[in-house]
């Protein structure tokens, strides 16, 4: 799926604006730089639907080079069925995962949200994918994101609802629940399940 151009255009503008604002002096490119982050926050908030406000404290935090983010997602199976965990936000169902945080390892990270969101102590055991989002049937984002998609399998633990999560259970490929799209899609799903009937399957990228 090609990412649309306005998309493509709006995020660019963000990174010129941000990158802008890190390095320059001038006080009057600041201010060029500001009504380019601007324009480009009028144009996600009109066709992403999510609130310019929203969108301005999503990226008035971002500082220095402007870069993308990244969301690991854990493909956990247990007899041959996945774990996904129901996503309180949108009542839809996710891989386990969220975004990467400073100072851990992506596997690191992909261990702690197993546990918060579903109550499974695991283990990583290898890297699936790294999908650029823009290629993939997500819902338009503001944000350029990578997302890692690594295997894990259970050591330990119960199933247990998260803060963020209001229902843990393992389903087969051909019975998948309704997905959390900005989260994960089919696609992403059954190439993990491609990946544990073929340990030797190359890594996916973009």
Known sequence: MKESEWLKWAKELQAIAQTGLTYSK???????????????????????????????????????YATP???????????????????????KWALPGGWGDIGLSPSEVAVKEVKEESGFDVKALKLIAVFDKKFHDHPPSPIHVYKLLIQCEIIGGLAAEGIETSAVQFFAESNLPPLSLPRNTEAQIQLAFKHLYNQNEPVYFD
């Open 26 to 64: 001038d006080v009057y490119d600041k201010e060029r730089f500001e009504s380019i982050r601007r324009i480009s926050v009028e144009i996600l908030a009109k066709y992403t639907n999510m609130d310019a406000s929203i969108i301005k404290d999503l990226f008035a935090n971002e500082t220095g």
């Open 69 to 91: 983010k990244v969301d690991i997602r854990a493909a956990v199976f247990l007899d041959k069925k996945i774990l996904l965990v129901k996503e309180k936000t949108d009542g």
